[in-house]
Nanobody
Framework: QVQLVESGGGLVQIGGSLRLSCAAAGRSFESNAMGWFRQAHGPDREFVAA????????HYADSVKGRFTISRDNVKNILYLQMNNLKPEDTAVYYCAASNSPSITTVRSNFSSWGQGTQVTVSS
């Protein structure tokens, strides 16, 4: 298991930006694809973005494409999510997650380790 701790959430106005960070400890961070999910209402966590283990491959949900950027630093063991032009519908608890393999995936069940989440609230 890898331990994940998110930070960087907060309250931001419409059109603003935030950068989320996810610090990883435990098994080799650089061996695993990583992802961001979010949960607004109810039990379902929505896929947001994913990145392969070495970073060249990324994938985004259509709702955030062009506004969010996922990246990783395999030396510092940190995953990032840069969020620009934020909208009220981006309001949610954001979770980072580690996959069981180095290949990029968007399937929630392929992620075995999860952080505790960080709240992002976008308001006018």
């Amino acid at each position: 298991q890898v331990q994940l701790v998110e930070s960087g959430g907060g309250l931001v106005q419409i059109g603003g930006s935030l950068r989320l960070s996810c610090a990883a400890a435990g098994r080799s961070f650089e061996s695993n694809a990583m992802g961001w999910f979010r949960q607004a209402h109810g039990p379902d966590r929505e896929f947001v973005a994913a990145i392969s283990s070495s970073g060249p491959n990324t994938h985004y949900a259509d709702s955030v494409k062009g506004r969010f950027t996922i990246s990783r630093d395999n030396v510092k063991n940190i995953l990032y999510l840069q969020m620009n032009n934020l909208k009220p519908e981006d309001t949610a608890v954001y979770y980072c997650a580690a996959s069981n393999s180095p290949s990029i995936t968007t399937v929630r069940s392929n992620f075995s380790s999860w952080g505790q989440g960080t709240q992002v609230t976008v308001s006018s």
